[in-house]
């Protein structure tokens, strides 16, 4: 009678036997640029018509866009600041608020509430590219698919909090996966990524 065991990797240890020799390290690095390059590509591609409207056919779009504008022009306008004031408090669903008048002196409140949508493009897809480097420990092009479902209906609806945040909990569970050996620092990193979470929306820490 024979026993045998089977192999279980752990999360960060990959499915298959890591290759040694310095030309498979070499490929898996300029595999790893291939993949990187091919999403940036990607989400250029599906955010790229964004930018070439003024208002975006999405149902919350007009509401975020007029209160980012009001939020990055305020204090610059004085009409607008004695017509309106500012009462923001540390509640989730605020990613939208803090990232737009912050980049909007340099790319204006309307470019930057895009490039917030696009910001939630990209992590899904970066998500997506780490969790397949963690379980099969190599890069490929299969998680690039993760673009169309990463255009999903609460994208489409603008619901733009919700899905910047849904793609940060997807690309730091890359993270924490990729991570063979987890130390007081990763925790504690992991915590920060759970805190801004709190701020982006409240689903996305559930998902988290």
């Excluded at 020799?21 to 690095?29: E, L, P, R, Y």
């Excluded at 590509?41 to 975006?56: E, H, N, Q, R, T």
Aim: proline share 6%.
């Amino acid at each position: 009678m024979q026993f045998s065991t089977a192999y279980r990797p752990r999360l960060g240890e990959g499915v298959f036997p890591s290759h040694s020799s310095a030309s498979a390290a070499t490929s898996a690095q300029l595999s790893g640029w291939l993949v990187w390059t091919v999403g940036a590509l990607l989400v250029g591609v599906v955010a790229l018509p964004m930018f070439c409207l003024d208002i975006l056919p999405m149902s919350d779009f007009p509401a975020h866009l007029a209160r980012v504008t009001l939020l990055s022009h305020r204090p610059l306008d004085p009409l607008l600041a004695r017509a309106w004031a500012i009462d923001m408090r540390w509640l989730p669903n605020l990613a939208m608020d803090v990232f737009v008048p912050a980049v909007a002196p340099w790319l204006g409140a309307e470019v930057g509430l895009k490039t917030f949508m696009t910001l939630g493009l990209a992590l899904w897809m970066a998500g997506a590219a780490l969790l397949y480097r963690a379980l099969w420990r190599e890069w490929g092009l299969q998680p690039l698919f993760a673009i169309f479902f990463a255009v999903n209906a609460p994208f489409y609806w603008c619901f733009a909090n919700y899905h910047v945040g849904a793609g940060l909990a997807l690309t730091a569970a890359g993270v924490w996966a990729l991570k063979a050996q987890r130390t007081p620092l990763t925790l504690a990193a992991m915590t920060l990524v759970a805190l801004v979470l709190l701020f982006c929306h409240l689903m996305a820490l559930a998902v988290f």
